[in-house]
């Protein structure tokens, strides 16, 4: 199973982005899809989660608000629409399956990572 992220870029302040997250190369069974995000300098940090039925949301304090987690079933496709960027909102974006009922806060519990795509917010 491959996750593959797209749709980064460079934004102004206030401005949005929805990034993708596609699965391709097998079966997908997973419990549930975050993505995370790592700034220069620090370590990489939860953002949002979504159980694979869709019932179920979390965010991170940091976003709750502004951004959105949702998943097309159909298209074995997650996605992380993100409103009111700010600049330290500026990170390379991952996105991770797991197959565990297990805290997908942590990014321990994911056993399937993407490669990323960078997000900039400029001032």
């Known amino acids: 199973v491959k996750l593959l992220e797209s749709g980064g870029g460079l934004v102004q302040a206030g401005g949005s982005l929805k990034l993708s997250c596609a699965q391709s190369?097998?079966?997908?069974?997973?419990?549930?899809m975050g993505w995370f995000r790592q700034a220069p300098g620090k370590e990489r940090e939860f953002v949002a989660a979504i159980t694979w039925s869709g019932s179920i949301t979390y965010y991170a304090d940091s976003v709750k608000g502004r951004f959105t987690i949702s998943i097309d079933k159909a298209e074995n496709t997650v996605y992380l629409q993100m409103n009111s960027l700010k600049p330290e909102d500026t990170a390379v974006y991952y996105c991770?399956?797991?197959?565990?009922?297990?805290?997908?806060?942590?990014?321990?519990?994911?056993?399937?990572w993407g490669q990323g795509t960078q997000v900039t917010v400029s001032s």
């Open positions: 991770a399956a797991t197959r565990y009922n297990a805290d997908v806060r942590r990014s321990a519990t994911y056993n399937s």
């Open positions: 190369g097998g079966t997908f069974s997973s419990y549930a």
